[in-house]
């Protein structure tokens, strides 16, 4: 069993940058796909960007290629999403999402192929 923990979130003017981390405990971090989603009030959750967990690569929603970015830290069972050029639409709690490793190796993006969820930290960038 997976335990995640988001830390990060706050309350940030459009224009602006965040850091999210998600630390992971109870399983072996380096053998799972780790996601970010979020959800804003009113609306589904939906992808924001997810790492594979061999070969490093990387999958991210349109909304936010080029201004976000994923990375993990194996050593410190940590994962990552810096989020730069915030803007209102991007207001939401962010979650991360763990996925034991799979064969192909593929990159998970709808969150029903997820297994394990944070607690979820609050994201505001002000206009």
């Known amino acids: 069993q997976v335990q995640l923990v988001e830390s990060g979130g706050g309350l940030v003017q459009a224009g602006g940058s965040l850091r999210l981390s998600c630390v992971a405990s109870?399983?072996?971090?380096?053998?799972?796909?780790m996601g970010w989603f979020r959800q804003a009030s009113g609306k589904e959750r939906e992808f924001v960007a997810a790492?594979?967990?061999?070969?490093?690569?990387?999958s991210y929603a349109d909304s936010v290629k080029g201004r976000f970015t994923i990375s993990r830290d194996n050593a410190k069972n940590t994962l990552y999403l810096q989020m730069n050029s915030l803007k209102p639409e991007d207001t939401a709690v962010y979650y991360c999402?763990?996925?034991?490793?799979?064969?192909?190796?593929?990159?998970?993006?709808?969150?029903?192929?997820?297994?394990?969820w944070g607690q979820g930290t609050q994201v505001t960038a002000a206009s």
């Open positions: 109870g399983g072996t971090f380096s053998t799972y796909t």
């Open positions: 790492i594979n967990w061999i070969g490093g690569g990387t």
């Open positions: 999402a763990a996925r034991p490793a799979s064969i192909p190796i593929t990159i998970a993006t709808t969150a029903i192929e997820y297994d394990y």
